[in-house]
């Protein structure tokens, strides 16, 4: 499986994820999380793969996240709850995110991403 880059293209932390990547010689497909939102299937799956808690997959320095005060609301939600809430839109996601078939990176830091994608 070829990894999927989940990015919003405006996104400058998504712009450096790309370049690296592209610097890196590692290919990839590029999905637009804006208008390619994840479904909770989706989600589901990369957050049991990932190994990380949910709350990682929320985009916490978002304007919408801050705007439906989320910081407040996420402690007294189930996953279920958070899981249709990302889904509902893309910009609630934490990006950039890269799916492959042996793991799920979320959120771009150079070191984390060298280390995982060692050939």
Known sequence: MTPVLICYAKCTT???AKKWLES???????RPIKEQNPTE????AWRERSGLPLR???????????????????????????????ASDGMLVKRPLLISDRQVLVGFREAEWTQALKK
């Open 14 to 16: 998504c712009q450096k």
């Open 24 to 30: 890196q010689d590692i290919a990839f497909e590029e």
């Open 41 to 44: 299937t989706e989600l589901r």
């Open 56 to 86: 990682r997959f929320f985009n916490t320095s978002g304007m919408l996240y801050r705007d439906m005060e989320l910081s407040k609301k996420l402690p007294d939600m189930t996953e279920e709850d958070m899981l249709r809430l990302l």
